[in-house]
């Protein structure tokens, strides 16, 4: 389990936490919020007349940011109270469509592109007065637009760098499309973190009968992209580990792509085991459940698809059928970006936290604490499993 007095908390904090949670990440950041009070209310006694820890324990530390618009779409970010000299931590979700507002008239749903310039609007409201300015951005804007093939824009980059010159010090994102990106901030903090750990937990918690070893599991990569990530789960259970490759074909572009042809499997057998298939995204989900079918058809047992963003942008009714066909048995994702009420209800689905995994994260980084033990979750998958194998609650 993660536990907060494993962590360093040695150092004085650098300011007084300040959490903003912008429109559409409001009930994350209430259940962030809610931890760091919990803890605090814990040892903040402790500190209670070091000056150095003013502001230390408090009943809230979500402060209020608005971004009201005027009648032509245009905005302006407002903030409700002071915030000279905080240590603050801005929350976003760059991908809740379901945000609408008026634009003469017409009733328009929130793009990222909204999202990334309300935070821009909120930074600016600051002016500066911020000790520190951090910015968790789950689903890093842009992404997906991370490499440049012909002639293209290279948008992440350059969103990276306008976030860095607006006074950003830290950008922490969850499973980062594409890692290198940092590359175009090279001297200011970006962390990308992966939620294997809450996969594992979530997985193990539906289904009371997994044997997890090599002769009845496996890791699969739908992708050569995503190759890591299940080398990664492979390694830490000791599971084989198996990849499909997209043949595409390179003469023709659909939709922005080149199409694929058709999914190549590279790896041991899987007849008979369980696989877990993971991804950063699911998109549309063609890919994963043509890998899923693909899988059945050389015989896996049961198949679980974890993907640390739930898109599912082509709607859920292809997912039911291929629960109800047999071909998947779970869908993991996490509620770090959107998720409708349709999605929660399904009987397949398993939803993973990530609430405290980031209220630690920011209790660390207030304290200028290393977090390089809560981003390497291996001992903590090795303990959950034995506990596991144990007939213990996980």
Known sequence: MIRRNDRNLDNIPIGALGLIALEGCEEMGQKVNDYLVKWRREDGHIHKDDVAFSGYERDNYLISAKVPRFGSGEAKGIIGESVRGMDI??????????????????????????????????????????????????????????????????????????????????????????????????????????????????????FDDLKIDSSHMMAISPD??????????????????????????????????????????????VEGKDVIILDDMISSGDSILDVARQLKQRKAKRIFAAAT??????????????????????ILTTNLIYQTPELLEKPYYINCDMSKYIALMIDTLNHDGSISSILNPSERIQDVIERYKRGEEV
């Open 309 to 330: 963003f739930g898109l599912f942008t082509n709607g859920m009714e292809k997912f039911d059928k291929a629960y109800e066909d047999g071909i998947l048995d779970a």
């Open 89 to 206: 931590y801005l929350m976003v979700d760059v991908c809740n469509y379901s945000l609408t507002y008026s634009l003469t008239g017409h009733i328009n749903h929130m793009s990222p592109d909204d999202h990334f310039q309300n935070l821009k609007r909120v930074i600016a409201a600051i002016g500066g007065k911020g000790r520190r300015i951090n910015v968790i951005m789950p689903f890093l804007y842009e992404s997906r637009q991370h490499k440049r093939s012909s002639r293209e824009s290279l948008d992440c980059a350059l969103a990276l760098q306008e976030l860095v010159r607006m006074g950003v010090d830290n950008i922490i994102t969850f499973d980062a499309h594409d890692p290198r990106v940092q590359n175009a901030i090279p001297l200011n903090g970006f962390e990308t973190v992966r939620p294997t750990y809450q996969f594992v937990k979530g997985l193990l918690r539906r």
């Open 224 to 269: 050569e992209g995503a190759t890591s990530r299940a080398v990664y789960l492979a390694n830490v259970l000791n599971l084989d580990m198996g990849m499909f490759y997209k043949r595409r074909d390179y003469t023709r572009m659909v939709g922005g792509r080149n199409p694929i042809v058709a999914h190549e499997f590279l790896g041991s057998s």
